[in-house]
């Protein structure tokens, strides 16, 4: 049995072109219910005692699985075991039908609305004292993923509801991806198994412990950082500290790399482009008289900008080769890509707005800066338009100062029901 809504007029809501009175009428009324809040809480917890790493979530699948099909839904499990894909509505008449065709695209005419979650842990302790604190050693959700994806879920319930009483205006796909916290991460896989296929915008939230709960927190254009990797291998022929005009300072040259390149590069792109690396890792030789033969260094090159990041690998190349060719030096590159910046469409900001006030009131929206993190719901957005919100979970009056990927890390929970109702009237009102 379908989750009720209270208080949903059963008339059918005309297509969509504009906001009619009719779609206002039913986003007034279209609210999460109370078994169905209980419900979505008591699956939160559940994912969160039972945290999975980046392609093993196994059982979140599953447990995903399950309730969807109870809703009478068809998901579809992705590659690997790890991930699911489920449409909702067809022609936007009704029916609940939820199909797919073969490849997994949708059958409307109609683009569909992707909304999609992210299913994985991080591999660190949780500390909280609380009963739903995870059973897995050394691993929890320190980022809120188990929150995004119970508030897709939920999404899911609520439109599978609409759909059945013909008021759902759109077709509708949730995308429950896997490995966010991988790189590269699990974007990738999902796009490659054809999530976006009849797809023309995607919408997802991100836990952001600064922001109340009720509100949350919009920015056009970028809102995360772009996030890549990059381990350097130097190699020469060695020899006597006695005589380095002899061999290849190696110690020298990776002493160069690593404070040269960050400061040749701040001045070879825009400030305002945000592109820097740091190191985390220099390790070269073993003893004080001898010039070694290897020497490496890691670490990450982050940019604000995705035209900058874009261009950041050749360029990256260009000053690494200028630097080792003064010391003669042979370094092999190794330039991971992890995710560009999230750059958030203009009109889904727009979207997110409008569905946000008609459910809370526009003193429930609040600007939010770009921040350093990255995210790989980037990925997505660079192939349809989007947007990410950052939701409120700090519960109201609390002063403390918390962050993401801490093993104290949690949410107040109402911030489920804000999730799911923001995602409900995006898609009454797309």
């Known amino acids: 049995m379908g989750p009720t809504l209270t208080e949903v007029n059963d008339s059918p809501t005309p297509p969509s072109d504009g906001l009619t009175e009719a779609v206002l009428s039913g986003l007034a009324e279209t609210v999460v219910a109370d078994g169905l809040r209980a419900e979505l809480i008591a699956f939160r917890r559940d994912l ?19 309730r969807l099909e109870r809703a009478g839904l068809s998901p579809r499990v992705l590659p690997g075991g790890t991930g699911l894909v489920c449409d909702i509505g067809d022609t936007g008449s ?18 569909r609305l992707a909304l999609r979650a992210d299913l994985d842990a991080l591999p660190v302790p949780d500390t909280k004292t609380v009963e739903y604190r995870s059973t897995v050693e050394g691993r929890a959700h320190a980022c809120g ?7 897709v879920l939920g999404a899911g319930l609520v439109l599978a509801e609409l759909d059945k009483r013909g008021r759902l205006p ?63 291998t130097l190699e020469g022929p060695g020899g ?76 990256v190349h260009e000053v690494i080769d200028q630097i080792t060719a003064m010391y003669r030096a042979k370094c092999e590159i190794t330039y991971q890509r992890g995710v560009p910046p999230v750059v958030n469409e203009a009109a889904s900001v727009e979207l997110l707005r409008d569905a946000m006030t008609a459910r809370y009131g526009l ?18 957005l660079e192939r349809v338009p989007g947007a990410l919100a950052r939701l409120g979970v700090r519960p109201v009056g609390d002063a403390a100062k918390r962050d993401l990927h801490q093993g104290d890390f949690d949410v107040d929970e109402g911030a489920i029901a804000v999730g799911v109702e923001l995602f409900t009237a995006a898609v009454l009102l797309s």
């Open 363 to 380: 003193h429930a929206i609040e600007d939010t800066e770009q921040s350093l993190g990255g995210e790989d719901f980037s990925w997505y």
């Open 170 to 232: 759109r077709p509708v796909r949730l995308v429950f991806q896997a490995a966010e916290e991988i790189m590269p991460g699990g974007a990738l896989d999902a796009i490659k198994a054809k999530v976006l296929d009849g797809v023309d915008r995607i919408l997802a939230v991100h836990c952001d412990p600064k922001v109340e709960v009720g509100r949350i927190g919009l920015r056009q254009g970028p809102i995360t950082s772009a996030a890549d990797r990059l381990t350097l």
């Open 94 to 111: 009704g029916g609940g039908t939820g199909s797919t065709d073969d490849t997994g695209a949708a059958s409307s005419k109609r683009p």
């Open 145 to 151: 993923h188990d929150v995004h994806t119970t508030i």
């Open 240 to 315: 006597h500290s006695a005589r380095p005009h002899l061999t290849t300072d190696l110690v020298m040259a990776t002493a160069k790399l690593a404070a040269e390149l960050p400061a040749v590069l701040a001045r070879r792109v825009d400030p305002r482009s945000g592109l820097s690396i740091v190191w985390g890792r220099i390790q070269a030789g073993h003893a004080a008289n001898v010039i070694p033969q290897y020497a490496e260094l890691e670490g990450t090159v982050r940019c604000l900008d995705l035209t900058a990041w874009h261009d950041a690998p050749d360029l």
């Open 48 to 66: 969160h005692r039972n945290p999975e790493l980046g392609r093993q979530e196994f059982r979140t699948t599953e447990q995903i699985r399950a």
